[in-house]
């Protein structure tokens, strides 16, 4: 099983130019030599190739994969490599909480946190002090590190998705390619001329739509502010109502990051043949229990189930309302490029906590400047461009 | 096997809707009664569906799949429904050629074609005057029949591929929707700010150039035809010969129809990192022979190789340069709509073959106008739109 | 006034490169040397360039302009330099007739054509056996010599019209860039997010519909033509009657080459503010006088009137109705370089009637491909592009 | 001349909706009885239908026009309605200040003002006490209230430039769409194929650069910034020094805000036929001293300078390196919709002043997001959509 994970993880390190270029860097440099990591992150090839980096830089490595999306194979081959990694795909939600203990019990000074999972496990121990700092991946960690724990993180803590690199790279261009890659993969539907509804037009909303419409597609959005409905206005979208969309929709994606937004109420609406999928990270978008209430449910492929609804209507879900761009049987996610760059805050802002932590104010706080302004050169040299 | 293929033709069938439409009429009208028509066609699950549209008309149904891209699941699912279907995915080229002959011996009395290996067959066999007529999918098979056996054929026979509706919605929009489809399935990588070089401006060649620029590609296009070339410039892009484009190109995709696009002589100039694919019909557009002897070949994934060359330059191949969109594990193909429209001219044409031979010429011929607009118009419908 | 004339030609001589080098050939090869050359056609700036061409290669320069476009400042200068040039802006219709007559009776040997009226003419009048040849800019002049005068025009014609490099450089790239430059300059109004309708999807209005929605116009087509009207939803557009697009349009624009598609029926539908205007040739697409005989009309500039209509209504008709990228008080045309394309055709056209018309058919014929892929090449280096 | 300027007015009032409706409910409510306005506005037919909506809320309006842009045409107009409104288009500098001194005499209880030149007044003159509050247009003013006057200006200044409809609708969408506007009105040039370099990836220049590309122009952006730059490559452009792309550009544009990007290092470079232009607000970017002393110039049109280089070449240059989308003898401007929002902006911004300048804050302020909201939906419904 290693030996799939590790094949999976090659193609992948190829098409990683700037962490290939930081392992070089830090196996000299050892930035982290003595130091044990600890991480909690989506373990999957991708990810695998920014453990690895760490690891280049001398770190001892102890974590453990999110809830659910773990990949047996990508952690076959990490622990082959000597590397302490808890989880498996099945693992119950009472699993993951042991393999999150685990991971602090094995007392990481550095956290590569995500949802603030470890820090907040360390802060209600009592190993806090013990901890130089970490990072924190998500929007959702870094509100909990500010609301939920406002003043308890006695360490630096530097949050990625703050990053302006991250909401151009990643959730417009990465999101919005990946939104219309997974539709045609999983679907083989003609986009040019069909009819779109994107619920949404944050970040990632603006990226799908704008996608979409790029590849031909009719492209309307339903959008509840007013600032984001009158710029989709302005970049050449209708904004309406969904209640108004969805009775002439092809397709309805959501984006909205809310609970809620295709609900009971749209299902009379729908035209035969609809099909509704949901980019936004929590899979209650598309309310999916009164979805299948309403009708009988069968798959017609691994991916999409039909719902036949009253009024002899079908319409299909995908991937039962999880993120369809990284659900599934074989997922391609973000493109590797973005992932490089993110990453890339990872690492650089692991090794800064590492040599500069007293340096730091404590508590979540942005990438520095400096670190996105080296990686956005990096990346500038990687697509044939470069500064003025 | 048979349950296997069933299940993939299903998700196929909901989204053609044109074909479904006119199983109801043909199981009403049955057009083919009495009437062995003799396939020779890809088989997988697309085909299935003009397959079964056929046999609900009254056809009985003899034939072969091509050869090497025969789908087994599919092929057992035609058999358990009574269809006389020959061949299997690994069939070699006798076996092939002795599924045709198979095919001829069951007396057909219409032919479904594909570079008309049915038709030479027949002629040569002395069994043409006994058919009523056929049709003929591709460019290659209308060439043989309009050269090769100029004045040989004695009965009409419909060229699909002269269809205006297929220059628009297969050749440029299919393609191009498969060619970015299949190029983000196959290597995850990102297109937006990546530099692309697509040789060929022709249908398909303008259909792969637009959707990857609108994709946000820096696209760039080498065109040996002068009109086609002042097309492509017109259309925004930097045109310039192959071994001028090919140093700094990320991705050079070759869709000519030629052979010999990218050879030995641009080798030399390729960039670490370059990949490789070929939309094509044929596999020697990229001279792949040349570029395995030119360097070290591992396969990184399924479907891409790495070539290592000399100067320290890792370069990848998509499918071993056959058509990328077709080829591997799990294609997708062109978009379900764009087969709806082509099965549709191929289930009218030889109805109209089966119905109204007599007031036909003889020899190759285009799509009769009226079946082309019949068809441009329920398309209008299905799309949401409607004529003036 | 031939000064300021001169100063308006100026300009455009900058960016006519093609032309430029043309002339220093012309003056250096002569191929005129001794031939009268007879004109009809649009003598404004851009005209002028190709009349001092063709008088550099040697010719005697006789000729008139069009009935009511011709620019009396451009005349003037053309005159100063000791042309024969008949013709001024406000000419009555009876009037150009006998400029056309002064034309002729000058004995040019070849002739410039404008609509086919120098052409028959000279038939009517019994001197076409001394004339070599000529060209034929327009469509409606190639109409003429093929079906009115089938087999009466004893000398060949090469009609410019029929080039590819005009369907694809003129027709749909200048015109779609003329129709959303005039547009803007002539309204100052937001193009981003109004809801346009264009009326055929011909090579213009192709034109018109990509260029309005690669700006952000929501952009919508009504056409009659089944395969058309499939392009168009393939291309992305909705496709409706005008009839039911009128009542949602901010503007609309009709380009379909027939009279009457705007019409009484419409006016009830149009909303408050509605802005209307026509780009095709014939200024009969929008029923002007069943708009003006519908409400009060007042002018409110130079080239927009308001209409006032019933349900206290008000729309905007631009340019009386006519080509509104043409017509107003300082029209811009298709950009120069598109010109630059066209009058290649024209000079070098007459350059082959003037060498080589003996080896030509007679009648009405192609632009020679010879040539077409000459230009071509030229106009890929001007833009930067090369051949492979 | 009072006429001249009313009849430019009255096409800009017909599409300027939601002034025309606020006017209605001003002339009602009449929130500014009694107050006077003091003015310091660029006065052209835009603005005019700003100040009379004021009017009709009841204010007495006193004013004074930007120093060289002022129409006299529009001033006669306003001053035939009672308004007192001074300055000419041919002022001296000394005179301009005569102007706003001769506003601030006249006691104004509410400034509407430009660069803070009426702030910076009546703090210098002791008259800051006596005022209400106003709005501040632009950013430089923005910054003059911020940092130069910092603590020092005792009421509220509502500053409309920070608002994110302005950024949004006016710098980017309008913005873009008057660059395109007028360089194809200034120039009749081709844009699909030609070459075009944008300095500055801000607001203004992410604008120009995408219209440009839409219209089939082959852009590539020059960038010091990083973020910015790598924004830029995301979204499919080739970033690189402007020294290493004016060597191959066509056509160069300014948009940066700072002095000195194109200089006479990059003369050498520039190719025969370069036209330079600037949308940036200040006429430095382009170093026209050093251009000029460069070569010969000569006027090729009202708006364009032909400048002969050293190695035969002729570059030309737009509007003198003034703001191209602006200045020369019949400029555009932005949208007349993109000017409604921003002057609906001033108009309800003033109003918050005249009724509750008590509850706000003194110094500069962002507008009130209830007015921004306000407007966002607003022009939602104005093009045709609306919230969810």
Redesign the interface.
């Known amino acids: 099983m290693a030996a799939a994970g590790e094949?999976?993880i090659?193609?992948?390190r190829?098409?990683m130019?700037m962490l290939a270029n930081l392992r070089e860097r830090f196996a000299a440099e050892r930035p982290f030599e003595g130091v044990t990591i600890g991480l909690s992150l989506h373990v999957e090839p991708k990810t695998a190739v920014l453990v690895e980096t760490l690891a280049a830089g001398g770190a001892r490595i102890v974590g453990t994969g999110n809830h659910g999306s773990t990949q047996d194979d990508v952690v076959a081959a990490l622990q082959e490599r000597g590397m302490t990694i808890f989880g498996r795909r099945d693992d119950s939600i009472e699993e993951h909480h042991r393999n999150l203990a685990r991971t602090i019990a094995e007392r990481p000074q550095i956290l590569l946190d995500n949802g603030a999972d470890l820090a907040a496990l360390a802060v209600r121990e009592g190993l806090a002090e013990s901890l130089i700092g970490g990072t924190e991946e998500t929007t959702s960690g870094a509100f909990r590190l500010r609301e939920e724990m406002d003043g308890e993180v006695p360490f630096p803590v530097i949050v990625i998705n703050d990053s302006?690199?991250k909401a151009?790279?990643e959730n417009?261009?990465?999101v919005g390619?990946?939104a219309?890659?997974s539709f045609?993969?999983l679907?083989?539907?003609?986009?040019?001329?069909?009819?779109f509804v994107v619920?949404g037009y944050g970040w990632c909303g603006r990226g799908i739509a704008q996608?979409l419409?790029?590849?031909?597609?009719?492209v309307s959005v339903?959008?509840?502010d007013?600032?984001a409905?009158?710029?989709?206005?302005?970049?050449?979208?209708?904004?309406?109502?969904?209640a108004?969309l969805a009775g002439?929709a092809?397709v309805i994606i959501t984006a909205t990051g809310r609970a809620g937004i295709l609900t009971a109420e749209h299902l009379d609406l729908l035209q035969d043949?609809a099909i509704l999928g949901n980019i936004g990270h929590f899979p209650w978008e598309i309310d999916v229990p009164a979805l299948t209430a309403a009708g009988t449910v069968s798959a017609?492929?691994e991916e999409?189930d039909?719902i036949t609804l009253p009024g002899d209507r079908?319409v299909?879900l995908l991937t039962g309302g999880r993120m369809y761009n990284l659900a599934g049987t074989a997922p391609?996610?973000n493109?590797?490029?973005?992932m490089d760059v993110g990453f890339m805050m990872q690492a650089l802002s692991l090794e800064r906590i590492a040599l500069q932590a007293a340096n730091l104010p404590t508590g979540p706080q942005p990438v520095p400047d400096d670190i996105?302004?080296h990686i956005?050169?990096q990346?500038?040299t990687l697509?044939?461009?470069?500064?003025?």
């Open positions: 094949q999976r090659a193609w992948i190829t098409r130019g302006p690199l151009i790279g417009r261009h990465a390619q990946s219309v890659e045609m993969r679907t083989n539907v003609q986009v040019p001329g069909r009819r619920a996608y419409r790029a590849l031909g597609g009719r339903a959008e509840i007013e600032i409905a009158y710029e989709a206005a302005f970049d050449g979208f209708r904004v309406a109502p969904l108004e002439s092809d043949g017609v492929t999409i039909a079908t299909y391609r996610g493109s590797i490029e973005s996105n302004r956005a050169r990346t500038l697509l044939g461009s470069a500064l003025a």
